[in-house]
T-cell receptor, first 114, second 116 residues
Framework: KAGVTQTPRYLIKTRGQQVTLSCSPI?????VSWYQQTPGQGLQFLFE???????NKGNFPGRFSGRQFSNSRSEMNVSTLELGDSALYLC?????????????FGQGTRLTVV | AQKVTQAQTEISVVEKEDVTLDCVYE???????LFWYKQPPSGELVFLIR??????QNEISGRYSWNFQKSTSSFNFTITASQVVDSAVYFC?????????????FGPGTSLSVIP
């Protein structure tokens, strides 16, 4: 079956703009998590959605938001972009919370803010 | 507070050598999960193993083995007879039952280079 799909793969935006990233989980997976990866901060948890509800949120400002649709696809939005938002954004899906299955990651969206 | 430390930033080994990647974690929970992920240059994280805090048995999967020791809060990963394809960044990670299984805290990663 198809893996986790993130679109777009690469994105260049200007400071102050906003951006929306998309994640299509593996079919049947209901949990989607988002992570930001930067050379300085490493991999940091952004938020997690399950059945269209945000279950957990990391320590990021309110400019970072997300949502999940009824088909489990998820989007994350970053408003008023800053240079420091340049990062690889990774999405992971899993069958359910607290399950015995592992999370599967997409290849990420590399966002560059100029 | 939860924390994962991977003291080795970069490791280089010659092909066929064994290599151990260290991971030390901190948590106040009695129930937690530990993970190892591999990140090849393509970017996606590849799941390698998940261990819960009540299972201290060591595990071997092919050339990979893991040593979980609660007494020292360590979850080390050994690759035997390394190959060039093992070159990647490896992340150790932790999630706590009390906060959320799905909020995974990653270590800083260890970049492994296997030289032919």
């Amino acid at each position: 079956k198809a893996g986790v799909t993130q679109t777009p793969r690469y994105l260049i935006k200007t400071r102050g703009q906003q951006v929306t990233l998309s994640c299509s989980p593996i079919s049947g997976h209901r949990s989607v998590s988002w992570y930001q990866q930067t050379p300085g901060q490493g991999l940091q948890f952004l938020f997690e959605y399950f059945s269209e509800t945000q279950r957990n949120k990391g320590n990021f400002p309110g400019r970072f938001s997300g949502r999940q649709f009824s088909n489990s696809r998820s989007e994350m939005n970053v408003s008023t972009l800053e240079l420091g938002d340049s990062a690889l954004y990774l999405c992971a899906s899993s069958e359910a919370r607290r399950s015995n299955t592992e999370a599967f990651f997409g290849q990420g969206t590399r966002l560059t803010v100029v | 507070a939860q924390k994962v430390t991977q003291a080795q930033t970069e490791i280089s080994v010659v092909e066929k050598e064994d290599v151990t990647l260290d991971c030390v974690y901190e948590t106040r929970d009695t129930t937690y999960y530990l993970f190892w992920y591999k990140q090849p240059p393509s970017g996606e994280l590849v799941f390698l193993i998940r261990r819960n805090s009540f299972d201290e048995q060591n595990e071997i999967s092919g050339r990979y083995s893991w040593n979980f020791q609660k007494s020292t809060s360590s979850f080390n990963f050994t690759i035997t007879a390394s190959q060039v394809v093992d070159s990647a960044v490896y992340f150790c990670a932790l999630s706590e039952e009390e906060t959320s299984y799905d909020k995974v805290i990653f270590g800083p990663g260890t970049s492994l280079s296997v030289i032919p």
